[in-house]
């Protein structure tokens, strides 16, 4: 296996958005749970979800392929004829295509019929499941299967909530089910939900699980939890992070929202919400951290999804069920600021159980993965689309006066990190940002008096805008 290893740089070509940013194609009916997204190193999108089914023996997954403009290919099955299939699969990369990681049951005798945790590699007409397993404890069930991941040398890592809390294994075994005995987190009179993996490839390499701890007898207790698997570290718990934020149901079949920047030194960061009544507000942490920031905007926010993006940054996407809106959000690349957030409305009814999945990589579209209870077909359906970011654009002179001639800088960033090569259109002028992001532009004196807008963009974003007020 090959990892898609180091940052490329922002200024990556743009593509050109066909369909337009924001439309939803619909895929297929679903069985109430995220799609899984993974980007290709050819910009291509490979969107996998678990196929909706009441017959037995019909469980798997399709896969439908968004290329690099936003076109969809026709969903094809690429695991059919399982008794069940895990809600959610992984897929990490595999070269140019991925390798797909899930769990289920095939047949009623063998190692497929156990129930662990396996992969396949893309093979027609079906994916070939492999000799290999990630798990011994094999008890499984639709919804057992966590999360996977790959460190930079190829090794894969699994875990899921099992035993008296979350269990995990780092390297495959040859055998299904896997020898030798799964690693266990321990958690005392408590449950462990929601298990997500990420690698901390621009960092230290470790692979980092995260998992929702709740019912625990002792309340304070509950909350957001991260540890190191690769080096069997403390076991650390969210800031602010208890009953409320494991208990806000709306995200509950979602995977806990954990990623790693790809640059600047990598680390771990977690998103959650808040332990306070109806989740006001997420916060987003870097694991080891002693406080979180918050995330603006996402009050009454459901089913935030997070992953990394280009040169360091974080994608952060969810859905507000008061506007029935997705908002696509991303960090700057110290990830400790965030840009405007821009939003879609989406073919859905006001659910609170709407789920989300971002792809991760070093592209400046970000494609986005959406289930929800489609209005066309008032059932679990999978949609996705495609998005960018939002320039800010800000002046240091708001309001001017006509009885002189004004010289106004704006400056163009990306969640406050300069943007070289912008375009700014203001007064009938068109003029282009330096490496700080800044341009000055002269308002001639007597210049008319009212509002002009200052319209700035780029490649792979979406426009800002500003104004300035003259007056006489």
Not at 88 to 100: D, E, H, R, Y
Not at 256 to 272: C, D, E, L, T
Not at 387 to 402: P, Q, R, V, Y
């Amino acid at each position: 296996m090959i990892f898609a290893g180091a940052a490329a740089s922002q200024a990556a070509a743009h593509r050109p958005a066909s369909p337009a940013l924001g439309h939803w194609t619909e895929l297929g009916l679903s069985q109430s749970s995220p799609p899984e997204l993974w980007l290709g190193p050819d910009n291509r999108g490979w969107v996998v979800w678990s196929k909706a089914t009441t017959q037995l023996s019909t469980g798997g997954y399709n896969l439908a392929i968004m290329s690099a403009t936003g076109k969809v290919g026709k969903p094809s099955a690429i695991i059919k004829g399982w008794s069940g299939v895990s809600f959610q699969p992984t897929l990490v990369p595999n070269g140019k295509s991925p390798l797909l990681i899930f769990s289920g049951q095939k047949g009623s005798s063998g190692g497929l019929a156990a129930g662990c945790v396996v992969g396949a590699k893309p093979a027609s007409p079906q994916w070939a499941v492999q000799s290999w397993s990630l798990s011994s404890n094999c008890v499984f069930s639709n919804v057992g299967y966590g999360d996977a991941t790959e460190n930079k040398s190829g090794q894969l890592a699994a875990g899921w909530a099992g035993g008296s809390g979350a269990e995990y294994r780092i390297g495959i075994s040859p055998t299904i089910p896997a020898t030798g005995k799964d690693k266990q987190i321990t958690l005392t009179l408590s449950h462990a939900g929601s298990v997500a993996l990420a690698n901390n490839t621009s960092g230290n390499g470790d692979d980092y699980l995260a998992f929702y701890r709740f019912f625990s007898k002792n309340a304070s207790k509950d909350g957001v939890y991260v540890k190191d698997l690769t080096t069997d570290g403390t076991l650390l718990r969210a800031p602010h992070s208890g009953t409320q934020s494991v208990g806000w149901s709306p995200a509950a079949g979602q995977r806990a929202s954990i990623a790693s920047p790809n640059a600047h030194g990598g680390g771990i960061y977690v998103a959650y919400c808040t332990d306070k009544a109806n989740c006001p507000t997420y916060l987003l942490w870097k694991a080891g951290a002693k406080k979180a920031i918050t995330v603006p905007g996402t009050k009454v926010a459901v089913g935030l999804a997070m992953s990394a993006g280009p040169d360091g940054r974080l994608w952060l996407a969810w859905y507000n069920e008061q506007q029935n809106r997705v908002l696509v959000m991303r960090t700057n690349k110290a990830d400790n600021r965030f840009g405007p957030a821009h939003s879609f409305p989406v073919p859905c009814f006001q659910d609170g159980n709407t789920h989300l999945a971002l792809t991760s990589g070093n592209d400046g579209r970000l494609d986005v993965g959406l289930e929800c209870l489609s209005v066309k077909q008032t059932k679990p359906t999978i949609f996705v689309t495609q998005s960018e970011a939002t320039l800010s654009i800000s002046a240091n002179h708001g309001k001017i006066t006509n009885t002189h001639a004004n010289k106004v800088t704006f400056t163009v960033t990306d969640a406050g990190d300069p943007i070289s090569g912008a375009k700014v259109k203001v007064a009938g002028k068109t003029v282009t940002t330096g490496k700080n992001g800044k341009v000055t532009v002269t308002f001639a004196k007597g210049a008319k008096p009212g509002t002009d807008t200052a319209v700035a963009s780029a490649a792979s974003y979406f426009n800002g805008t500003t104004t300035i007020k003259v007056s006489s």
